[in-house]
């Protein structure tokens, strides 16, 4: 079996300290449980990269952007050579961007 590799961009990296710390101002320990929630779920995924549908917000998606929601928060990602890359950490009451 073939180990996929998880890769977190600036960009989700960003995302993920900006709601730890919107989070964070009313409750660090809630902050704390949903960061570790969407890490885990990411580092799940490994095992099965293409367990979560294909992004339906991405134009001309070939299959290889997927995306799903863990505690109001859409993340997205992408499959492809054994590579998985975190793209984007958004709350799902903002505007999603086709892209």
Known sequence: ???????WTKRSLQHMRALYKYIGENSPQN????????????????????????DKYKIDNDGSYRAFEKHRYRIVYRYQKNIIRVLRIRHTKMEPRNY
Do not use: F
Not at 1 to 6: A, I, S, T
Not at 32 to 50: C, F, G, Q, R, S
């Open 31 to 54: 902050a704390l449980k949903v960061v570790n929630d969407i890490i885990a779920a990411m580092e799940k995924i490994t095992a099965n990269p293409e367990y979560y549908n294909p």
């Open 1 to 7: 079996m073939v180990k996929n590799q998880l890769v």
